[in-house]
């Protein structure tokens, strides 16, 4: 389903099916909706799953300006939701890193947005916390120097399955997200659909989420995070100040995975967010 966003960015907002209530999954920087499926097979079985490519990722568009600013984010998040509200409860959003930061800026902007949400490792960061520098921000710096074409599928996955972080994911997790992640192009090769100075945009873009701006947010939430120890900004240290900030929170710690969680452990998560009374959070 195409929607359309803010600045005009036209988005892809991706149908996964199963019966019940929505339930909408948002991706983390540089992945895709398509990468999340086997997590979405799992949730089927008591939701209706959706999932979004946000602005410059997966199949849809990037904006104009080449601008990735957060803010800009979490309003496709919106906009998703208004496709698929159905005049009764908003849906239940389940977030990885960016993706669970622009859930909860959506909620901040538009309180009751949703039933509920279960973010994982969130880049949501403490108040307070020193700004750098984004140039020199080490993720950024990482994600340019990917390699963004490859002969076939089948060699980005050999490539990626072969070393971490992306190695690390289960490995249905990964043929997703190659799967969904690349594009054809005519000489017969591929390339990411998020190229490496998209993603690297996005890790450096303004408009970052602090527990400031959500502190006090009413939303039923599962703070969820791994065992941390990442390389720079340790999002799974941020986990117990979020929770902290929303009065209807938990915090869950998974000391087995890391910070792509739900693409280590699709059955694991899924159950989690399965279990949850979110009426009485």
Not at 41 to 67: C, Q
Not at 170 to 191: C, M
């Amino acid at each position: 389903m195409r929607i359309r966003s803010s600045h005009g960015v036209l988005l892809e907002l991706h149908d996964l099916g199963g019966e019940g209530p929505a339930l909408l999954i948002v991706h983390a920087t540089g992945f895709c909706a398509g990468a999340y499926r086997p997590l979405a097979s799992a949730l089927a079985a008591g939701f209706h799953v959706w999932a979004l490519d946000v602005r410059g990722h997966g199949d849809s568009d990037a904006p104009a300006d080449g601008s990735m600013s957060w803010d800009a984010i979490s309003n496709d998040v919106l906009a998703a939701v208004s496709a698929i509200a159905d005049g009764h409860e908003g849906p239940v959003a389940v977030g990885h890193s960016m993706g669970g930061a622009a859930i909860l800026d959506a909620e901040r902007k538009v309180p009751g947005t949703f039933r509920g949400a279960y973010v994982y490792e969130p880049i949501v960061f403490p108040a307070g916390a020193p700004v750098s520098d984004p140039t020199q921000n080490p993720l950024a710096i990482g994600a340019a120097k990917r390699r963004p074409t490859f002969p076939s599928r089948a060699d980005a996955l050999l490539r990626y399955a072969s070393r971490p972080p992306l190695g690390e994911l289960r490995a249905d997790a990964l043929a997703a997200y190659v799967e969904h992640g690349f594009r054809d192009l005519p000489d017969g090769t591929v390339t990411l659909k998020c190229p490496p100075e998209r993603e690297a945009a996005t890790f450096a873009a303004a408009g970052r989420v602090t527990t400031q701006e959500v502190t006090g947010l009413a939303l039923p939430t599962i703070v969820a995070a791994g065992q941390g120890g990442g390389p720079g900004p340790d999002p799974a240290s941020f986990a117990p100040s979020i929770a902290k900030a929303l009065p209807r929170s938990e915090l869950r710690v998974y000391p087995h995975l890391g910070h792509f969680g739900p693409l280590q452990d699709p059955p694991t998560v899924a159950e989690e967010i399965l279990g949850v009374a979110w009426d009485q959070l």
